[in-house]
């Protein structure tokens, strides 16, 4: 599904990226961890196609397709997804308004008629039911005065309305309270199917205590460097990650 190779990627001259190589099948769940400044946002970015960031070396594939040329809008079409992409109050535009427009945004996009009111009010009594979100929740104004679990709930509802085939969930390493941490967990396991993959980004083990992912990848320093199960990052939370740096500098 997302094959990336020898990936350099940076901001004005500033080298972030140093050659990451990454390769997330269908079905997986990929954790990628590593400390603050090690690159992980700017990575879910570049994946997602943020101008902003310049890629300068290597290759990123999506279904076996280079991607080098499509912007971001264009990814989404292709089925990324990257949460806090929307992260603005619009007010007067309600959670439903908001993603009934953008999923009709992307049939558009690919030649599809829009969605029929009675398939899209279909669809999402179907997802809130799934993600237990209650109706009122849907008719409030996009992210205006959401708590951190709100938002990340509209996240999540957001996610399974446009079922993504590769989501990338940046979980950032401002607190996240236990609340929204199962929140998002509950959304991505009842969203995991063979089709799609998932990669969550996170400074915290805490998170893939409820999203058991499949392998997990330590970023330093703008590389990859060291890879493992489930079990490397409970050694990360036991050891913390200078044996890491240590080992990547020998
Ligand atoms: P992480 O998510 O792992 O904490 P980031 O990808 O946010 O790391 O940042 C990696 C490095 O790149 C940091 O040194 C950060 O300061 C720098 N960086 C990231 N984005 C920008 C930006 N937009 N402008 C300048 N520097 C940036
Ligand atoms: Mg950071
Ligand atoms: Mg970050």
């Known amino acids: 599904m997302l094959h990336i ?23 997986e769940v990929h954790a990628i961890m590593g400390p603050n400044g090690s690159g992980k946002s700017t990575l879910s970015s570049v994946i997602a196609g943020k101008e902003e960031y310049e890629v300068t070396e290597g290759e990123i594939f999506l279904n076996g397709e280079n991607i080098e040329e499509l912007g971001p809008e264009e990814r989404a079409h292709e089925g990324v997804f990257l ?3 929307y992260p603005v109050e619009i007010p007067g ?3 439903t308004n908001f993603i009934k427009t953008a999923i009709n945004e992307t049939r558009k996009a690919k030649g599809l008629e829009e969605m029929s009111a009675s398939e899209m009010l279909k669809k999402i009594r179907e997802k809130a039911e799934l993600l237990e ?18 938002k990340k709930r509209n996240e999540i509802f957001q996610m399974a309305m446009l079922e993504p085939k590769l989501a990338i969930l940046d979980e950032t390493d401002s607190g996240l309270d236990i609340d929204a941490l199962r929140i998002v967990a509950n959304g991505v396991n009842k969203l995991r199917s063979k089709d799609n993959a998932v990669i969550v980004i996170t400074h915290y083990q805490r998170l893939l205590e409820y999203i058991v992912p499949d392998y997990v990848h330590v970023l330093h320093d703008g590389k990859i460097v060291k890879s493992g199960t489930k079990e490397l990052a409970l050694e990360l939370e036991e050891k913390g990650y200078d044996w890491i740096k240590q080992e990547a500098t020998i």
């Open 5 to 27: 190779k020898n990936l350099h990627a940076g901001i004005e001259e500033k080298g972030i990226l140093k050659g990451i190589n990454l390769e997330v099948k269908a079905g």
């Open 83 to 85: 949460s806090f992409q």
């Open 93 to 95: 535009v309600t959670v």
């Open 133 to 150: 979100i209650d109706r009122k929740f849907l008719s409030r104004s996009l992210n205006e005065g959401f708590s951190g679990g709100e």
